[in-house]
């Protein structure tokens, strides 16, 4: 079917809307990142995004800059409009005071606060409101925060560097650095981007890492997490000495004997120890969601990594590949534990795409089904 003239405008206007979103990667966070237009006999008359978290809402950046030039106009918004008071007024009464003729937004808001709402009141009132085009490019935009309103449960990113025979490591477990300097430094970014980076206890023993944001791209801290069941994570760690939240998962133990002066150590050292029944990745993100975690980066081993992959709780996968060849039966390779019986019950992915950063191959793709599902619950 031919798409109409009217449906390529919308198009248009709303593939700006969403640059102009992306422009909050990260500084909104746990808002979700939104654009807006407001456009009137084809002209952009104002425009605005939502820059960080307490301030406006781009719809009323757009009608700042717009001013009486919005009566009439039509909005192109990346998200259903908020028609609750939360930091700031709702979005959906500025709209109609402003004489707003028409709303084209991406898809719906699934926040209990909204969904729907918006919409509603804007028909109400007797502004037209359509929705649907690019739903599953915002959804893509805001993945941690729909995951975690949709799903209730932080969106995670499994993220490893390789050889090009797939090995994460030596035989004698050597690892740094088998990806290039640019190839590091994307995957610093991936930190400034997630609410939290998580390891298990062998890589946080065998690396010693620090974990942090180092770019200054995002202000303070993210949170660290290490998924450690025996408690085997030395009170000395580096991590512990930077500033910014460390929770270690355990399994809780009804005798805790030596454990508990382990535990002990730990929260003198600045460490949270969160005891669970069993440390493992559905329960570790029930109680970050629990925490208010929309994002989590899941840096390794290979154990770890395994176990996120065979439990279905991933979203993204994003895997540096290095031009080298390690070899060796006993090297790690990217995902341990005791992997898919078949290859039918191998978890697929979908929209692989492949960059370059330096000398390496940056490959990204989604857990197949990802998109869909949260598209589909938060339809217009």
Same mark, same amino acid.
Request: charged content about 20%; aromatic content about 4%.
């Given at each position: 079917?031919?798409?109409?003239?009217?449906?390529?405008?919308?198009?248009?206007?709303?593939?700006?809307?969403?640059?102009?979103?992306?422009?909050?990667?990260?500084?909104?966070?746990?808002?979700?990142?939104?654009?807006?237009?407001?456009?009137? +006999?084809?002209?952009?008359?104002?425009?605005?995004?939502?820059?960080?978290?307490?301030?406006?809402?781009?719809?009323?950046?757009?009608?700042?800059?717009?001013?009486?030039?919005?009566?009439?106009?039509?909005?192109?918004?990346?998200?259903?409009?908020?028609?609750?008071?939360?930091?700031?007024?709702?979005?959906?009464?500025?709209?109609?005071?402003?004489?707003?003729?028409?709303?084209?937004?991406?898809?719906?808001?699934?926040?209990?606060?909204?969904?729907?709402?918006? /919409?509603?009141?804007?028909?109400?009132?007797?502004?037209?409101?359509?929705?649907?085009?690019?739903?599953?490019?915002?959804?893509?935009?805001?993945?941690? /925060?729909?995951?975690?309103?949709?799903?209730?449960?932080?969106?995670?990113?499994?993220?490893?560097?390789?050889?090009? +025979?797939?090995?994460?490591?030596?035989?004698?477990?050597?690892?740094?650095?088998?990806?290039?300097?640019?190839?590091?430094?994307?995957?610093?970014?991936?930190?400034?981007?997630? +609410?939290?980076?998580?390891?298990?206890?062998? =890589?946080?023993?065998?690396?010693?890492?620090?974990? =942090?944001?180092?770019?200054?791209?995002?202000?303070?801290?993210?949170?660290?997490?290490?998924?450690?069941?025996?408690?085997?994570?030395?009170?000395?760690?580096?991590?512990?000495?930077?500033?910014?939240?460390?929770?270690?998962? =355990?399994?809780?133990?009804?005798?805790?004997?030596?454990?508990?002066?382990?535990?002990?150590?730990?929260?003198?050292?600045?460490?949270?120890?969160?005891?669970?029944?069993?440390?493992?990745?559905?329960?570790?993100?029930?109680?970050?969601?629990?925490?208010?975690?929309?994002?989590?980066?899941?840096?390794?081993?290979?154990?770890?990594?395994?176990? /996120?992959?065979?439990?279905?709780? /991933?979203?993204?996968?994003?895997?540096?590949?290095?031009?080298?060849?390690?070899?060796?039966?006993?090297?790690?390779?990217?995902?341990?534990?005791?992997?898919?019986?078949?290859?039918?019950?191998?978890?697929?992915?979908?929209?692989?795409?492949?960059?370059?950063?330096?000398? +390496?191959?940056?490959?990204?793709?989604?857990?197949?089904?990802?998109?869909?599902?949260?598209?589909?619950?938060?339809?217009?």
């Amino acid at each position: 079917m031919k798409v109409s003239e009217d449906a390529a405008t919308d198009r248009r206007w709303l593939g700006r809307a969403l640059r102009l979103a992306a422009r909050g990667r990260y500084t909104t966070p746990p808002n979700p990142m939104v654009g807006a237009l407001l456009v009137r +006999d084809g002209e952009v008359v104002g425009e605005g995004w939502h820059r960080r978290v307490g301030g406006p809402h781009a719809e009323a950046e757009a009608l700042a800059a717009a001013g009486e030039r919005a009566r009439g106009a039509t909005c192109y918004v990346t998200l259903e409009p908020c028609a609750h008071h939360g930091r700031t007024p709702p979005c959906t009464d500025a709209l109609i005071a402003a004489g707003v003729a028409r709303v084209v937004a991406c898809h719906r808001d699934p926040n209990p606060a909204v969904t729907g709402g918006g /919409f509603e009141r804007l028909r109400a009132a007797g502004v037209e409101v359509s929705a649907g085009p690019y739903a599953e490019e915002a959804v893509m935009l805001n993945l941690a /925060f729909l995951t975690a309103s949709v799903l209730g449960r932080p969106a995670v990113t499994l993220k490893w560097a390789m050889s090009l +025979d797939g090995r994460i490591a030596t035989a004698g477990g050597e690892s740094q650095w088998i990806s290039s300097p640019p190839a590091r430094r994307w995957a610093l970014e991936l930190r400034e981007q997630h +609410d939290a980076v998580l390891v298990g206890s062998g =890589t946080a023993l065998a690396d010693d890492p620090l974990l =942090t944001r180092r770019l200054g791209v995002v202000g303070g801290p993210g949170l660290r997490v290490v998924l450690d069941r025996r408690l085997r994570l030395a009170a000395g760690s580096r991590m512990l000495a930077e500033p910014g939240e460390l929770l270690v998962y =355990t399994r809780a133990c009804p005798r805790p004997g030596a454990r508990g002066d382990r535990r002990r150590a730990l929260a003198e050292a600045g460490a949270t120890v969160v005891e669970l029944p069993e440390p493992g990745p559905a329960a570790v993100l029930a109680d970050l969601h629990r925490r208010g975690v929309q994002s989590v980066l899941v840096e390794g081993g290979g154990g770890v990594l395994g176990a /996120f992959a065979a439990a279905g709780l /991933f979203d993204r996968v994003f895997a540096v590949c290095a031009p080298r060849l390690i070899g060796g039966a006993a090297a790690p390779a990217p995902l341990g534990g005791q992997g898919a019986s078949s290859l039918a019950a191998a978890p697929r992915l979908d929209r692989l795409e492949v960059h370059r950063r330096g000398p +390496d191959l940056i490959l990204t793709a989604l857990r197949e089904g990802c998109l869909p599902a949260l598209s589909s619950s938060v339809g217009a």
